[in-house]
């Protein structure tokens, strides 16, 4: 490599000719031609290059398309070497050649050793700058990320806190009706019923309970009619009695059987056990639901923070998927149509919780694309030897620049305090670093309305 060309480029001005040489010495001097690849997006920046002629084109993968976003045609135009400072540090796109040319390359612990041994104020201020970034980063990511925690336990709060005081009330309600129930036992025992007649007083409260369901129209005109009826007959309150004897199933030929079974003393004492059956019975149901809503919750939660499993284990993606759609429940109702359209898969090798991390953040950003409302469609498919996610919103489509910056670091176009805290370049590397998958935005409508966010995870890891 030629001194005289390095002194030549402005990048270099204020090296003396011993550190020019240094720097020949230490690099390599690499040639490439059109269509050439020599670094690539993602991938650690273990290398500083420097261009020396033609021209490299910095390409990113946006969706399925990559896009030129700028290009290094001036001699000193440099990119990568951030491992020098930055043992985290990835290149920010792929470099590709456009123009046949030349590069110098330098590994980037030699460029951190050149840097301290020609400017130690300089190797400092870089390395501190680069570690005062991560720690703004890790700093901000981790106080999102107890934002969203505190968001999340306050929806799952909610969701618990619906069907457990649907079930307390319940258990009052269930409490009444058993006294309610005990009493007209008492009563049918003082007017003297006879076995026979209780006999035929539960065959007919068992015959109810068979009726097909009315609709509420017709329950209306049935509640109506039984009341007069039991007016007719001088029932006490035959409006309140009418409304529990329909809802189980009871018509007015079924209380005239009963009114021949049990007489005109024993009437009323008679239907207020059967309506008091029927009630519990509903009741019951009711308390069941609930308590069922509550274990499908918890096992939700299980689900999604993976707490008694592997870490590296055989998933099945649509349960996390599902997991994470109970977690985000609170954010789906009211205007949220959530559509599912699960092929059946095989499992995948796969952190099960980290996955849980970008499906409940490519499902928080559909919902906020869309305002909450629209509709998000969550589809499954296998592709070959790929596992495909699509998840799809129906707002109003991310814009080309957006897109060619979404998975960026740092980068977000939400305010402060909203969000999962989980950037797409975290997701990304979930993705493709910790499972060697793929992530890509797809808009659909070309800026129009709605995008699709598609993950695709190999069926082996790699």
């Known amino acids: 490599m030629d001194v005289d060309e390095l002194r030549g480029i402005e990048l270099f001005t204020g090296l003396t000719d011993d550190q020019l040489a240094e720097l020949a010495a230490g690099g390599d ?23 020396l002629s033609g021209s490299l084109d910095m390409v990113r993968q946006v969706g399925r398309e990559d896009v030129v976003v700028t290009r290094m045609d001036v001699p000193g135009r440099w990119a990568g070497g951030f491992r020098a400072w930055d043992d985290n540090g990835v290149y920010l796109a792929t470099g590709r050649g456009s123009v046949a040319g030349r590069v110098l390359r330098l590994d980037a612990p030699q460029l951190r050793e050149l840097v301290n041994h020609w400017f130690p104020l300089a190797g400092h201020l870089i390395g501190g700058l680069h570690r ?19 968001t999340l336990a306050a929806g799952l709060a909610h969701e618990i806190n619906n069907p457990a005081a649907a079930a307390s009330r319940t258990v009052d309600d269930l409490g009444q009706c058993c006294d309610a129930l005990l009493e007209a036992l008492s009563r049918l025992a003082h007017d003297d019923v006879s076995a026979a007649q209780f006999s035929a007083l ?40 009418a409304s529990a004897l329909a809802a189980g ?35 019951l149901t009711e308390l069941k639901d609930a308590v069922r809503r509550i274990s ?26 599902e997991s994470t759609l109970t977690m985000l429940g609170h954010k789906l109702r009211g205007g949220v149509t959530v559509v599912r359209e699960y092929d059946d898969l095989p499992q995948v090798d796969a952190y099960a919780g980290e996955l849980n991390q970008v499906w409940t953040n490519l499902v928080d ?27 799809a919103d129906t707002g109003s489509g991310m814009p080309a620049e957006v897109a060619a910056r979404a998975f960026e670091p740092f980068f977000t176009t939400k305010d402060v305090g909203r969000g999962t805290g989980l950037g797409l370049d975290i997701a990304r590397r979930i993705v493709v670093e ?29």
Not at 264 to 280: F, K, N, Q, R, Y
Not at 434 to 462: E, K, N, Q
């Open 202 to 241: 539960d065959a007919l409260r068992r015959e109810s309970s068979s009726a097909p369901p009315l609709d509420q129209l017709e329950l209306a005109d049935r509640e109506s009619e039984l009341a007069g009826w039991l007016e007719g007959r001088g029932v006490p309150d035959p409006w309140g009695l």
């Open 296 to 321: 499908d919750l918890v096992a939700a939660v299980r689900s999604y923070s993976q707490l008694d499993r592997a870490s590296r284990q055989r998933v099945d993606v649509r349960e996390g998927l």
């Open 132 to 150: 005062t970034g991560r720690s703004i980063e890790a700093t901000v990511r981790q106080r999102d990320a107890l934002v969203t925690l505190g």
């Open 434 to 462: 910790r499972h060697g998958g793929l992530i890509d935005i797809d808009d659909p409508a070309g800026g129009g309305s709605g995008t699709v966010m598609r993950v695709s995870l190999p069926l082996r890891a790699p």
């Open 365 to 391: 950003n559909a919902v906020d694309a869309m305002d909450g409302q629209g509709t998000l469609t969550v589809r499954t498919r296998q592709d070959d030897d790929w596992v495909v996610v699509e998840i």
């Open 29 to 51: 001097e690499v040639p490439f031609e059109p269509g050439d690849v020599l670094f690539t997006e993602g991938d650690h920046a273990d290398a500083w290059w420097v261009l």
């Open 249 to 283: 199933g009871v018509d007015r030929s079924w209380c005239e059987r009963a009114h021949e079974a049990l007489g005109d003393e024993a009437l009323t004492p008679g239907l207020e056990w059967v309506s008091a059956t029927i009630a519990s019975k509903s009741l």
